[in-house]
């Protein structure tokens, strides 16, 4: 079992404090949920997590089995077992996609366990059919063209083939029609197990319909303000965050 433990994050952009103070701890074999409203900060815990430059960490630790990430570049924080799919994924000319796959797996193993070619060609044949995904997408340069959903779906690709030990998946479910949300969510559900744990950041209900969480939280002004279980993500949908902040008290 791995560990995930986000503490008392505070992150700054530009100079200003986005995040004041973010905890959050979580485990392999589970599915955890983030919501919040929009600013409230959840693509910038992302993209600090993951070590993304324009991020600044000005107090905190986030640590994976007692590893301070922090510490860590952002290769070798993927390589530790981290894995971000963001919201916006970016088109990259000259490089393929299966390219790109097949060298994030490599960076990941030891020079004399790198996939073989056959190996990693039926790996990424049966991932695409459970994500529905046309075969020439595999060949075409990374994201270049690809619509939306087939951007989004491709992030799945990605996790499915990385098989990274903890995924943080944010708004992956903006923008998708009801069957590439169907897809997207089979394929991280099929990632469900007891080496694997996600972060799952929605703005939406609607997606936990397919994933079931086992803990959601609720980011509102750059901290973790409450956790609960899926009836929370329920609650939010019936009553928005107002009650939240009325309940506690929040000044916001
Ligand atoms: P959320 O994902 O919860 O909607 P974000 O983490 O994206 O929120 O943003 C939180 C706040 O930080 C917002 O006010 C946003 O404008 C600001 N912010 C985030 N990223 C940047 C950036 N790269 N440059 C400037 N401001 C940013
Ligand atoms: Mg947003
Ligand atoms: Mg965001």
């Known amino acids: 079992m791995s560990e995930l433990v986000i503490k008392n994050l505070h992150v700054s952009v530009e100079d200003t404090e986005i995040l004041k ?3 959050l701890t979580m485990n392999t074999g589970e599915i955890h949920a ?5 600013g409230a900060g959840k ?3 992302a993209a600090a997590v993951m070590g993304h430059p324009a991020y600044k960490v000005t107090q905190g630790e986030v640590l994976l089995d007692g590893e301070n ?8 924080r993927a390589r530790a077992g981290m894995f971000l799919g963001v919201q916006y994924p970016s088109e990259i000319q000259g490089i393929t996609n299966a390219e790109f796959i097949r060298t994030a797996i490599n960076a990941r193993r030891a020079k004399d366990e790198q996939i073989n070619i056959m190996e990693f060609i039926n790996k990424l044949d049966e991932k695409m059919e459970v994500l ?6 595999a060949e075409r ?3 270049e063209g690809f619509s939306g959903g087939e951007k989004k779906r491709n992030e799945i690709l990605q996790l499915l083939m990385i098989e990274p030990t903890f995924a943080i998946l944010d708004e992956i479910d903006s923008g998708l029609d009801i069957d590439a949300l169907r897809v997207v969510a089979e394929g991280i559900n099929a990632m469900r197990g007891e080496n694997f744990g ?4 929605t703005h939406y209900q609607r997606l936990l319909n397919y994933i079931e969480p086992d803990f959601v939280h609720i980011i509102i002004d750059g901290k973790v303000v409450k956790t609960g279980d899926k009836e929370l993500a329920k609650r939010l949908e019936a009553e928005g965050y107002k009650g939240i902040v009325e309940e506690l008290g929040l000044d916001v």
């Open 198 to 201: 996600a972060l799952i950041i």
């Open 43 to 45: 693509s910038t815990l």
């Open 69 to 76: 990430l922090l510490e860590l570049d952002v290769d070798e």
């Open 141 to 143: 340069f990374l994201n």
């Open 34 to 38: 983030v919501m919040g409203p929009n």
């Open 21 to 23: 103070g973010a905890n």
């Open 132 to 137: 529905e995904m046309d075969q020439d997408m």
